[in-house]
């Protein structure tokens, strides 16, 4: 059996690591020009799910480097009001880990065969295979198709075209905020080690937590992994201004255009009057690194016949942030996919990953809309 893989996200690097643990052939198809060409140095809540998906598919010394590069978080949230009064602590047990998402990617590339600047458009399917073809007029020939190509997903697109992916009426402002003497003196202690939301008026949201390496990357590498070089290993607190879009008051065209600075100015006035630490840490963002991320969300549909094509991550369940679900289903998903396919003939293990994923994808995108909902003033699924 044959695997092509499009995409070199979360998902697409967790099932090409379960495949080629299980002798299962594949290469990886990416969009992008290279691993770096796109900024992707936020935050990542990995729990139990992302982890014990990383334990399953990589080498255990990839995996204890990614475990010796995440910093452990207390197993609950804090919310405060806009005035930093502790008004509750969401319990959630279990194991909450603060990633850098490069790091987590650059440590899931580490010796996956991956063909960048193959932009997926369509595929064919016959008795005997499928066919994937590229924007730069190549194709390649396998198996089975998996589409690990995002929320975006062309694959979905041709696949299962009523699925939907729609508007949460959300939009958040990422910042990140370097950490040093100066800007830790902002933080009261438990702050590095929990996520902590401040809510405000009109459901408008702070969210911040630590990037905080536990050990000198480069030392950590070199005891585990010395043939991977880590970059972007300084620590950061993240902090991003989540809110309606109507309250923002920007159209999605004009956020995307914004520069940095400005998109900093739309967040200051949303935190205005609120407690001085919320102007203090949007003052403090490092402002090339700020960015503008609408809200959407995979609305959950029925079960289809399985067949040569299947989907993993948000391809299939994208989801609100509301949960820090989305990475960790992907991870999950590209476990789960490689194990069936290392146990069963090919359309009994699409069928079986399939069943299962259904169920705890779109279980995940229903909790993270609720949450949603509840917190930050998400639209329901069904509007
Ligand atoms: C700011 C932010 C913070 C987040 N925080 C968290 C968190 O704390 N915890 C959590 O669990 N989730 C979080 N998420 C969600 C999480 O990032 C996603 O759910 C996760 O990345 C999904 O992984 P994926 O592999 O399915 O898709 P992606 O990571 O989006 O990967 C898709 C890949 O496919 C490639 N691609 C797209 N189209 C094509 C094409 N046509 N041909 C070839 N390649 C293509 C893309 O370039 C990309 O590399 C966050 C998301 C954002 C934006």
Redesign the pocket.
Known sequence: MSVII???????LSLAHGLRRAGIPCLV????ESAGARKQG?????GGD?DTALREVLRPELHELFRATAGRALPHTNVYDDRLRLRTRLADPGVHLNTN?FTVRQILLHGQEVRYG????RYETDADGVTAYFADGTSARGELLVG???????VRRQYLPHARVVDAGLV?L?GRIPLTPETRALFEPEMFAVFSMMLGPDRTMVGFAPVDYPEPVARVCARLVPDLRLRDDRPYMTCSVGARWEVVGHPEEELAAMAPDDLRKVALRLVDGWHPLARAMVERWDVPATFP?PIRTSVPIGRWEPSRVTL????IH??S?AA???????LRDGAALAAALAGAPLLEAVAAYETAMVNYGFAAVRESAENGRRYLGQRPLTS
């Open positions: 499009i995409g070199a996200g979360l998902g697409g198809h990416e969009r992008d936020y935050r990542l809540h990995i992302g998402r193959k932009r997926f458009t690990a190509d995002g929320i975006n997903s062309a958040h990422y991320q993993v991550g948000d391809a994208a989801m942030p820090g679900a989305g990475a960790n289903t992907a």
